[in-house]
């Protein structure tokens, strides 16, 4: 409901997440392509860009 609520007031969320089982639910959640599931919390500053690009969308 947070996520809705958030969209409804302009705020686009993204998730970045840990959990590998994210995918499951994440799409239903925050929508295709606003979320990214890391293997590893030190592969972050190398996904960096990927998240801007999607923010950029």
């Known amino acids: 409901m947070a996520v809705k609520e958030a969209i409804d007031a302009g ?3 993204f998730c970045i997440t840990l959990d590998a089982s994210g995918s499951q ?9 606003h979320y990214l ?4 919390i030190n592969d972050l500053p ?3 860009p ?4 999607r923010l950029r969308r």
């Open 11 to 13: 705020i686009h969320p």
């Open 25 to 33: 639910y994440l799409p239903q959640i925050f929508g295709n392509g």
């Open 37 to 40: 599931i890391l293997d590893h």
């Open 46 to 48: 190398k996904k960096l």
């Open 50 to 53: 990927e998240v801007y690009l």
